[in-house]
């Protein structure tokens, strides 16, 4: 069965130190693997994708997320936290076999970034 | 930037009734999706929608859940009969037609079912 897992139900950093999410992954054919980042009362804002091709990728306000395909994991990473990059961050997983394209979703993970 | 809107913002009926939920999708985007978030709990993937069908729906989504385009902008989410364990945050998104692109999520409609 497909799954997401996200094994940390809260992260917390200081601020100016290297943050992680972790993210774990189970699918049949080849992931599309993807981050979202929710505020307090607002909706899943994208932040970055895995399609193909470099394991790096580059996403939205200075986070990059490593996948390792031997690992099946997808972490989440910034190089310096902010206190505003305080949020729930959730890994989501799309099987691209045929025409699913439904999301899979982790349960999130809380980051906290203190001052 | 586009963004995809949601109404209302915040839903309470009585347990029985029906509800539509209403979406309007970014206006390029061609495939639509309904998921909700029971309080606590994961998001989940309720039904897509392209080409003015169904495409894919879950196991959540029964015969008292319909979705419909009625014009080209809105996209709706009706729960016939709404029962308590309906009570959840209702996320609307939309995406581009072709390849793996990335949802785009409104903001969602918390219901609140009494």
């Known amino acids: 069965a497909q799954s997401v897992a996200q094994p940390e139900d809260q992260v917390n950093v200081a601020e100016g130190n290297p943050l992680t999410v972790k993210c774990t992954y189970s699918v049949s054919g080849n992931p599309y693997l993807f981050w979202y980042v929710q505020y307090p009362n607002r909706g899943l804002q994208f932040l970055l994708k895995y399609i193909t091709g470099d394991n790096l990728v580059k996403g939205s306000y200075g986070f990059e997320a490593e996948f390792n395909k031997s690992q099946t994991s997808f972490h989440l990473k910034k190089p310096s936290a902010l206190v505003s990059d305080s949020a729930l961050y959730f890994c989501a997983v799309r099987d691209n076999a045929g025409n699913n394209r439904k999301l899979i979703w982790g349960l999130g993970t809380s980051l906290a970034v203190n001052p | 930037e586009p963004e995809v809107t949601q109404t209302p913002s915040h839903q309470v009926t009585q347990m029985g009734q029906e509800v539509i939920l209403r979406c309007v999708p970014i206006?390029?985007?061609?495939?639509f999706y309904w998921y909700r978030q029971i309080l606590g709990q994961k998001v989940e993937f309720l039904v897509s929608f392209y080409n003015n069908e169904i495409s894919e729906k879950s196991e959540i989504f029964d015969d008292q859940f319909s979705v419909e385009r009625p014009d080209g902008s809105n996209f709706t989410l009706k729960i016939r009969s709404t029962k308590l364990e309906d009570s959840a945050m209702y996320f609307c998104a939309s995406s581009q037609m072709t390849g793996p692109y990335e949802q785009y999520f409104g903001p969602g409609t918390r219901l609140t079912v009494t």
């Open positions: 206006s390029n985007h061609l495939y």
